[in-house]
C-alpha cells in the first residue's frame, strides 16, 4: 500500500512539474497547440503549493504559493495557503500574519474573518483574535457577552487555549465554563420542544433529539472545553504558588519571576484598555440601544475569572468537567489520562483502575498508558497495608501487575520495545524521574536521545514524507516537558538550548525551537503592523516571555 502511494506520488508530481515547465514557457499543455488562459498556471502554482503542503516539504511549498503571489497578488486563496504552510511547518506567528493579509483583501468574508481570529489566538495574539471577530457582532453590544449569546464555542475554547499558555488560568477557566453552561442550556431547552412535538406528532424526531441530549457532552466541543479546564485546574493544584505570576510553570523555560510577573501586569493592562475601548463604543449608542444591552447582560450571572483561578478546591471543580465524560464512557483517551491524574490527586486507586482500563481499551499502544499504568502500580506498592481490597480487585481486572516484578524493568523493558518511537521513550523518561528522582540525566537522555526517528531520516526516506509533522508536534512536546521540573526537575539549560538547536535543523520553520529574542522580534514586527487597536508602546513588554508561551 506505501509503495503504490508514493508511485502515485511520483507520478502526480512529475505530470505537474511538466505542466508548470511547459506553461512558463509557452502558455501551453505539453503537446498541445491551444494557448491556456494566465490562470491555469496560476491554479497550478496554488495545487502544487498544497501537494508539497501535503508531503511537508515546506521550502517548495512555501516556493509555489511565492510565485502564485507574484503572478496573482489579490488571490486570497494563496495567501490562505501560505499561512497553513507556516502552520503546518510550527510557525503560527507568520501564519497568522498571512492569514491577516488574506482578511485584508476580503474584509466582508465570515469564514476567512473566523479563520483569522483562530490563527491569531493560536498565536498568543488574543486581542487581536477578540478583535477580529468583534467585526462581524450586532452593533452596540459588547464583543465578549454577544459571543456567549451566540454561543462561540470553537472561539471560547480557542480563547480558553490561548489564556491558557499565557498563564491566564482565571480567564481560561472563564471560557471553559461558558462552553459548559451552553451545554448545560441545550439540555434545559429540551423542554420547550416536548409540548410542540406532541402536537405536531413528530415523535422520531422528537426521539432523536432526546437520544442526542442523553450524550450531549460526549460532543468535541465539550471534551476539548473539558481537557482545557482539566489542564488548568491540576496546574492550579500542583502549583498554586504560581497564581500570583501568572504564568504556568511549565513555560517558564528560563525566564525571570520578575520577568513573568512584568509580562502579567502588561497583559492584564492590555485587556482592561481593550475593555474599556469596547465600554466606550457601547456608550456612544443611543439609550434604547444601551437598555437593551443591561437587560441582556442579565438574563445570565457573569463568571468570575478571579474566583475561578483562586479556588480552594480545584479537584472538586474539576469534576464538574470530569464526570461527564466518565460517566458516559467517552471514547477519547485523553479524557482517561487526564481524570487518572484527577484521581490520583485525591487517592481514588479505584477511579484510578478504571480510568487506565478504559483507556486501554480504546489505544492500548498509547505512551501516556504507559505513566498512567506505573504510576498506579507504584502507588499500590506504597500502599500495600491500607488498601487490601484494592489489592484484590487490582488483582482481578488488571492480571498483568503479578507479572510486574520490579518496576524498573518492566520500564526498561518498554523501552526496548518502543526504542524508535519519540512519544514512547519520553514516557519511559517520565517514568524513569518519577520512580528515582536522581536518574534525572539518564532520563532527559533517554527524552533527547535522537534515534531514527528524528536524525536519521532523510528528505527522500518515503517514511519520513508521511510522518514529519508529527515530529514537529512531538519534538515541542519534548521541550516543553523538559522544561517543566515536576517532571523533570531543573533541567541543565545547556541540553535544552542543544537539544533545540538539533530540532532547528530539521525543522527550521518551526518556532518553538527558534531563539528567544528572534521569536520576540518576529511577533513585535507583526503585531505592531497589525490593526490600529493595538497599543505599539505596549509590544515589546508584552513580547518579552511569549517565546516561553508558545509551547503547547
Same mark, same amino acid.
Given at each position: ?8 506520488? $511520483? +507520478?502526480? *508530481?512529475? %505530470? ?5 515547465? =511547459? ?5 501551453? /499543455?505539453?503537446? #498541445? ?102 467585526? $462581524? +457582532?450586532? *452593533?452596540? %453590544? ?5 459571543? =456567549? ?5 470553537? /472561539?471560547?475554547? #480557542? ?141 445570565q450571572p457573569q463568571i468570575s475569572a478571579e474566583k475561578l483561578a483562586s479556588t480552594s ?61 506505573m504510576k498506579y502500580l507504584k502507588y499500590l506498592q506504597d500502599n500495600q497495608s491500607s ?166
Amino acid at each position: 500500500m506505501c509503495i503504490l502511494f508514493l508511485f502515485q506520488v $511520483f +507520478i502526480m *508530481e512529475n %505530470l505537474l512539474m511538466a505542466y508548470v515547465d =511547459s506553461l512558463e514557457k509557452c502558455s501551453r /499543455f505539453p503537446e #498541445e497547440t491551444e494557448i491556456e488562459a494566465p490562470c491555469t498556471l496560476l491554479w497550478l502554482y496554488y495545487y502544487l503549493a498544497l501537494h508539497f503542503d501535503y508531503l511537508n516539504k515546506v521550502d517548495n511549498a512555501l516556493m509555489y504559493v511565492n510565485k502564485g503571489i507574484e503572478h496573482t497578488p489579490t488571490l486570497v486563496e494563496l495567501y490562505m495557503v501560505k499561512a497553513r504552510i507556516y502552520k503546518h511547518a510550527g510557525n503560527m506567528v507568520e501564519a497568522a500574519h498571512w492569514i491577516e493579509e488574506a482578511q485584508s483583501l476580503d474584509t466582508a468574508d465570515r469564514y476567512i474573518n473566523s479563520k483569522c481570529a483562530k490563527y491569531m489566538l493560536q498565536a498568543g495574539r488574543i486581542e487581536d483574535g477578540i478583535f477580529m471577530c468583534s467585526k $462581524f +457582532i450586532r *452593533e452596540g %453590544l459588547s464583543s465578549v457577552e454577544s459571543f =456567549s449569546e451566540m454561543q462561540y464555542m470553537w /472561539f471560547e475554547i #480557542e480563547c480558553a487555549r490561548a489564556y491558557r499558555k499565557a498563564g491566564q488560568y482565571g480567564e481560561s477557566l472563564k471560557k471553559c465554563h461558558e462552553v459548559e453552561r451552553h451545554f448545560s442550556d441545550i439540555i434545559d431547552d429540551q423542554y420547550d420542544f416536548h409540548n410542540y412535538c406532541i402536537r405536531r406528532v413528530t415523535i422520531c424526531s422528537y426521539i432523536q433529539l432526546l437520544r442526542l441530549e442523553d450524550r450531549l457532552r460526549e460532543h468535541q466541543f465539550f471534551f476539548r472545553a473539558a481537557k482545557c479546564a482539566l489542564k488548568v485546574y491540576l496546574s492550579i493544584y500542583d502549583s498554586p504558588s504560581d497564581l500570583g505570576t501568572g504564568i504556568d510553570n511549565a513555560a517558564q523555560n528560563g525566564t525571570s519571576s520578575r520577568e513573568l510577573r512584568k509580562l502579567h501586569r502588561k497583559q492584564k493592562k492590555q485587556a482592561a484598555k481593550a475593555e474599556q475601548q469596547r465600554l466606550n463604543k457601547m456608550k456612544s449608542n443611543t439609550k434604547s440601544k444601551q437598555d437593551g444591552i443591561v437587560d441582556e447582560c442579565k438574563r445570565q450571572p457573569q463568571i468570575s475569572a478571579e474566583k475561578l483561578a483562586s479556588t480552594s478546591q480545584p479537584l472538586e471543580d474539576a469534576l464538574v468537567f470530569l464526570r461527564p465524560l466518565i460517566q458516559l464512557n467517552c471514547t477519547y483517551p485523553q479524557a482517561y489520562f487526564l481524570g487518572f491524574e484527577v484521581y490520583y490527586r485525591k487517592n481514588k486507586p479505584l477511579l484510578m483502575l478504571l480510568c487506565i482500563k478504559r483507556a486501554e481499551r480504546i489505544d492500548s499502544d498509547n505512551a501516556q498508558l504507559h505513566v498512567c499504568k506505573m504510576k498506579y502500580l507504584k502507588y499500590l506498592q506504597d500502599n500495600q497495608s491500607s488498601i487490601d481490597v484494592v489489592h484484590e480487585v487490582t488483582g482481578e481486572v488488571f492480571p498483568e501487575r503479578d507479572a510486574i516484578l520490579d518496576l524498573f524493568d518492566y520500564n526498561a523493558q518498554y523501552l526496548q520495545a518502543y526504542h524508535n518511537s519519540i512519544r514512547h521513550r519520553l514516557a519511559v523518561a517520565e517514568v524513569m524521574y518519577f520512580l528515582n528522582r536522581e536518574k534525572q540525566a539518564e532520563a532527559v537522555e533517554v527524552a533527547i536521545k535522537r534515534g531514527r526517528t528524528v536524525s536519521n531520516f532523510e528528505l527522500t526516506d518515503h517514511v519520513y514524507i508521511v510522518v514529519v509533522c508529527l515530529f514537529v508536534q512531538v519534538c515541542r512536546k519534548v521541550l516543553h516537558r523538559l522544561s517543566n521540573r515536576a517532571l523533570f526537575g531543573v533541567v541543565d539549560p545547556t541540553i535544552i538550548e542543544n537539544y533545540k538547536v538539533a530540532c532547528r535543523k530539521r525543522f527550521p520553520h518551526a518556532a518553538a525551537f527558534f531563539d528567544q529574542s528572534l521569536s520576540s522580534t518576529l511577533l513585535a514586527n507583526h503585531v505592531s503592523s497589525s490593526s490600529d487597536h493595538d497599543n505599539a508602546s505596549d509590544v515589546n513588554d508584552v513580547t518579552e516571555g511569549l517565546y516561553d508561551l508558545s509551547l503547547p
